[in-house]
């Protein structure tokens, strides 16, 4: 994700220029990773640019801070609106967009408590996250790296220092040549990717990990457990062992950055035979009717006028 070195944010209530975007060095923040944030799209559709689920994604980030006993300054109506008016400000059509929230600056300790809730909206143009891996197929490996068991640190919060987890796993993968890494649990079943959802097919059936599996409630994969029911495929959410993914007829990944990214390898092995399936497709199609045409049924856009 290339940034741009212009621009307007929001921070705080107000639009600031890109540059002026700045925390202070001892910021809560900085030294203990307390911000909650989210990824959300806006697509250039056939109708006028929308955002994809944003009040879904906004709901998200409240519950990610209410799990840290952190409230929302701003109300969750105030954050779409300000959404939206990021978009025009900086005359984007099709774009990312990143609220986040974090713990400022005020005193110096473990407890977050005592230090001011700040919020910031930014929006930049994205192509496709795994780059030419969007229409190869990603070659991906099984990590070394565990995700956090449950009772830990809550995985369903969508917050920082939950990441430095997923930056070890990442950096694994693209030193080995790798496009992306698929994380197991501590009992060695598969939970997720550094930072996607993990879909499997096998025989014909959908499978994906429970919500108790350490991953995060993602809202495309929320997204595609509703496309794949109205398409009529079977899904089940299960735990899958490691061994399913060397069988499996096709695997993705699935997530607000990385869409639907099928997988063309896993630890060198071909999913497959190393194209990208019918279901996966099936879904990619339906997906695009919502983000290119607008056919939205699901009332899932939310226009920006």
């Not at 400022?104 to 408590?113: D, T």
């Amino acid at each position: 994700m290339k940034l741009p070195t212009s621009g307007w944010i929001w921070m705080n209530g107000e639009f600031v220029q890109w540059q002026d975007a700045k925390i202070h060095v001892l910021s809560h923040v900085v030294h203990y990773g307390t911000s909650w944030f989210e990824g959300i799209r806006a697509y250039d559709t056939k109708r006028g640019t929308a955002i994809f689920r944003l009040p879904e994604h906004i709901k998200r980030l409240e519950r990610s801070m209410k799990i840290y006993h952190t409230e929302m300054p701003y109300s969750a109506h105030e954050i779409e609106e300000v959404c939206k008016e990021t978009l025009r400000r900086n005359n984007l059509k099709s774009a990312y967009l990143r609220p986040v929230a974090w713990r400022g600056y005020a005193e110096m300790g473990i407890s977050p408590l005592p230090c001011p809730v700040e919020v910031s909206v930014a929006a930049w143009e994205l192509g496709a996250y795994l780059g030419e891996a969007a229409e190869r197929g990603a070659n991906v490996c099984i990590s070394s790296w565990n995700r956090l068991p449950p009772n830990t640190m809550p995985a369903i919060a969508k917050a920082g220092g939950n990441y430095m987890n997923a930056q070890l796993m990442k950096m694994e993968a693209i030193r080995n040549g790798y496009d992306e890494a698929l994380t197991l649990d501590i009992y060695g079943n598969v939970s997720e990717a550094s930072g996607a959802n993990v879909f499997v097919v096998y025989d014909g059936v959908l499978y994906t990990p429970p919500i108790g599996d350490s991953l995060l409630l993602g809202i495309t994969r929320d997204t595609i457990l509703t496309l794949a029911k109205d398409l009529l495929i079977e899904v089940k959410e299960t735990l899958i062992p490691r061994g399913m993914i060397h069988v499996a007829d096709e695997i993705f990944l699935a997530g607000t950055a990385v869409e639907i990214n099928w997988v063309k390898s896993v630890d060198k092995q071909l999913v497959g035979n190393g194209t990208q399936g019918e279901i996966t497709q099936k879904l990619k199609t339906r997906m695009a009717d919502i983000t290119q045409n607008g056919l939205d049924s699901y009332k899932w856009l939310s226009f920006v006028e």
